[in-house]
């Protein structure tokens, strides 16, 4: 179960409400900041100035998220974000409120809550290290019908010289909701092969659908179509057979 649905059970039932707090302090959480994040060199620490906001009652906190699609939907337009641990983000922001998923279901921290929860976490050893993102994603096959997708990403493919062939898996990346990673063995420039297609699958998504690109030649999707079968082989040319 994800970081959203553990969280909408949390406020639900009063019961659920460890369950969530010990994942969300063991995942990784969505920050907005002021100016984009540069690169740390080893030994220094990562500079960041998060926004703050205020609710209707004038209190000011600082708003953080479950997934990168929570943070879309509160900011609606591009900003520069970050991601990290969430025991991180709380030991950085101890004397401060913050809210997660604002504007959403979500929950409120008080600084006191905040540091009580520092407290426990140290008393049990639990590291506010963030994790490395690829040890948080997830390859596996597709449990659920794609057809309305891959069957349109067939029509398109068929015109492009440069793909051999195309797998579809589902990614989970920590806490997120599963997206359909699509790998592409291919030749050339990923960029003219990904937007175009992008859009033009667009019509066929379903509200539900998340949608991912990479090429077979980065490791990432090597591992990712492991076992898996190609949804697409391109027909061979005349002179090929």
């Not at 960029?191 to 297609?197: G, I, T, V």
Request: hydrophobic residues 40%; charged residues 25%.
């Amino acid at each position: 179960m994800n970081l959203d649905d553990l969280l909408k059970e949390a406020i639900a039932i009063p019961e659920k409400r460890s369950l969530f707090l010990q994942t969300l302090i063991k995942s990784d959480v969505y920050v907005i900041c002021r100016n984009p994040v540069k690169p740390r060199k080893d030994g220094e620490p990562i500079q960041m100035e998060l926004i703050t906001t205020q609710n209707p009652d004038g209190d000011v906190f600082i708003p953080f998220f479950t997934s990168f699609r929570s943070l879309q939907q509160f900011a609606k337009r591009y900003v520069n974000c970050y991601k990290l641990n969430c025991l991180r983000l709380f030991d950085l922001i101890q004397s401060a409120s913050a809210v997660l998923n604002p504007n959403s279901y979500g929950k409120e921290f008080s600084s006191q809550e905040i540091k009580s929860i520092l407290m426990i976490a140290r008393n049990l050893n639990i590291p506010a290290i963030s994790m490395n993102e690829e040890e948080t994603i997830e390859y596996r096959p597709l449990n659920r019908d794609i057809t309305h997708l891959t069957r349109t990403a067939c029509k398109y493919l068929s015109k492009q010289p440069n793909v051999d062939r195309a797998f579809a898996v589902e990614m989970v990346r920590g806490c997120e909701k599963p997206q359909v990673l699509f790998v592409f063995d291919m030749m050339g420039n990923t960029r003219k092969l990904f937007f175009p297609l992008s859009k033009y699958m667009a019509s066929s998504m379903k509200s539900s659908d998340s949608l991912c690109f990479l090429s077979l030649e980065q490791e990432a999707a090597k591992k990712a179509i492991k076992g898996v079968s190609p949804f697409y082989v391109r027909k061979k040319r005349f002179f090929e057979k």
